[in-house]
């Protein structure tokens, strides 16, 4: 009997999993997703876990496997783990700083199934864009990157996070991704929780950076349409409602960390109280089904005023609880960028402090990412 017989209640299969299959990476991104505890590469789960996680998801009916990091290059398995996820019949997005990758390597990768890349850049702007990752000639890498994957003939999608130091480029970055060959470009405003949080002071914006980047981007769709897609993730603090996290938690996706630990975003860990389960000692069905974290927040049971009786809250699901966590000392409440949080004040005061603020932003001060590492060449 599997998971999906024993469930006593009608949830949705998980349609992808984002594989962070290890947190080293040669980049320090201040803004990096990952948590600030960051996994070691002792206690790494092994290729054959890794496999054996990836045929559980295929069963349960995943269909997307997102494989991330850190930066996944650093794997020296991740062409056996590709065609494995191939052989389950996984739909493979590779999420890649592109350090790393060879041309070679890249051959081996479309030859073992992979379906497509999706490569970030920091900036349009090379000198930014290395100070931005904390590592030099990482702008050029990634344009040679960008030119194997189109010769490899993989779909590429150029992912772009924007902040103070490049929000004055976020309209150029869409053409740079149209230059690099993307079919899609996707330019996300910053996420504040994380490393982000830590680097909030350095990061953030002010509303009409803001404003104009937005007004900027948008007018872009018209311009290439039918040439990329733009996907456009705009700024949580300066926003009425909150964004739907994760698709709702435990609703759509799961997060698979390096040492076997699933959670359902990329920072529950911060969320005291929380119990996580490892694929070491249970099956996926079992974690998405079962496991006390992703059963906490499910559903709307769990919500208090004023998204209990909001008619939003199966849109956006109250937000994000790590940002909740993070704000208001609560997971529990309504995310406070949703203005009618008792809470959305204190989002208000903390955009009005970068009312005025200088783009030009040293390296120094960043709290870059730590956890670097050599990659294979
Ligand atoms: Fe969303 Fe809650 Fe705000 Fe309603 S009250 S819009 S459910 S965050
Ligand atoms: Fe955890 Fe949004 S990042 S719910």
């Given at each position: 009997?599997?998971?999906?017989?024993?469930?006593?209640?009608?949830?949705?299969?998980p349609?992808?999993?984002l594989?962070?299959?290890?947190?080293?990476?040669?980049?320090?991104?201040?803004?990096?997703?990952?948590?600030?505890?960051?996994?070691?590469?002792?206690?790494?789960?092994?290729?054959?876990?890794?496999?054996?996680?990836f045929?559980?998801?295929?069963a349960?009916?995943?269909?997307?496997?997102?494989?991330?990091?850190?930066?996944?290059?650093a794997?020296?398995d991740?062409?056996?783990?590709?065609?494995?996820?191939?052989k389950v019949?996984?739909?493979?997005?590779?999420?890649?700083?592109?350090?790393?990758?060879?041309?070679?390597?890249?051959?081996?990768?479309?030859?073992?199934?992979?379906?497509?890349?999706?490569?970030?850049?920091?900036?349009?702007?090379?000198?930014?864009?290395?100070?931005?990752?904390?590592?030099?000639?990482a702008?050029?890498?990634?344009?040679?990157?960008?030119?194997?994957?189109?010769?490899?003939?993989?779909?590429?999608?150029?992912?772009?996070?924007?902040?103070?130091?490049?929000?004055?480029?976020?309209?150029?970055?869409?053409?740079?991704?149209?230059?690099?060959?993307?079919?899609?470009?996707?330019?996300?405003?910053?996420?504040?929780?994380?490393?982000?949080?830590?680097?909030?002071?350095?990061?953030?914006?002010?509303?009409a950076?803001?404003?104009?980047a937005?007004?900027?981007v948008e007018?872009?769709?018209?311009?290439?349409?039918?040439?990329?897609?733009?996907?456009?993730?705009?700024?949580?603090?300066?926003?009425?409602?909150?964004?739907?996290?994760m698709?709702?938690?435990a609703?759509?996706?799961l997060?698979?960390?390096?040492?076997?630990?699933?959670l359902?975003?990329?920072?529950?860990?911060?969320?005291?109280?929380?119990?996580?389960?490892?694929?070491?000692?249970?099956?996926?069905?079992?974690?998405?089904?079962?496991?006390?974290?992703f059963?906490?927040?499910?559903?709307?049971?769990?919500?208090?005023e004023p998204?209990?009786?909001?008619?939003?809250?199966?849109v956006?699901?109250?937000?994000?609880?790590?940002?909740?966590?993070?704000?208001?000392?609560?997971a529990?409440n309504?995310?406070?960028?949703?203005?009618l949080?008792?809470?959305?004040?204190?989002?208000?005061?903390?955009?009005?402090t970068f009312?005025?603020?200088?783009?030009?932003?040293?390296?120094?001060?960043?709290?870059?990412?730590?956890?670097?590492?050599?990659?294979?060449a």
């Open positions: 009997m599997n998971a999906l017989e024993t469930t006593p209640t009608p949830i949705a299969a349609v992808g999993i594989a962070e299959l290890t947190h080293r990476c040669p980049l320090g991104c201040p803004y990096c997703s990952n948590p600030i505890e960051l996994e070691q590469r002792a206690g790494e789960l092994e290729t054959h876990d890794w496999m054996r996680v045929s559980e998801a295929a349960i009916g995943i269909l997307h496997a997102h494989l991330s990091g850190g930066e996944p290059a794997r020296r991740l062409v056996e783990i590709v065609a494995h996820c191939k019949g996984l739909y493979t997005n590779l999420i890649t700083s592109g350090i790393g990758l060879t041309q070679e390597r890249l051959k081996q990768l479309a030859d073992a199934g992979l379906d497509h890349v999706q490569l970030s850049i920091q900036d349009a702007a090379p000198e930014s864009a290395d100070r931005i990752a904390g590592y030099k000639g702008f050029a890498r990634k344009m040679d990157v960008a030119k194997w994957v189109n010769e490899a003939g993989l779909p590429l999608t150029v992912n772009a996070v924007i902040h103070r130091a490049n929000i004055a480029r976020a309209g150029r970055m869409v053409e740079f991704a149209v230059e690099l060959g993307a079919r899609r470009v996707e330019i996300a405003h910053t996420q504040y929780y994380g490393w982000a949080l830590v680097n909030r002071k350095a990061l953030m914006p002010s509303r950076q803001v404003d104009k937005v007004a900027e007018a872009l769709r018209e311009t290439y349409a039918g040439k990329i897609v733009i996907d456009h993730v705009i700024p949580d603090y300066y926003a009425r409602y909150p964004k739907a996290c698709g709702g938690w609703k759509r996706t997060n698979v960390n390096p040492h076997g630990k699933v359902p975003c990329h920072a529950a860990e911060t969320i005291p109280g929380l119990e996580f389960w490892n694929v070491r000692d249970h099956s996926l069905g079992d974690i998405w089904f079962n496991a006390p974290a059963n906490a927040f499910r559903g709307t049971e769990w919500m208090r998204c209990r009786s909001c008619p939003r809250k199966t956006d699901f109250g937000g994000c609880r790590c940002q909740a966590l993070a704000l208001t000392g609560d529990r309504a995310d406070p960028i949703c203005h949080s008792p809470h959305h004040d204190k989002v208000s005061e903390i955009a009005a009312d005025e603020v200088d783009e030009n932003v040293p390296a120094s001060d960043y709290n870059y990412r730590m956890l670097k590492t050599q990659v294979p």
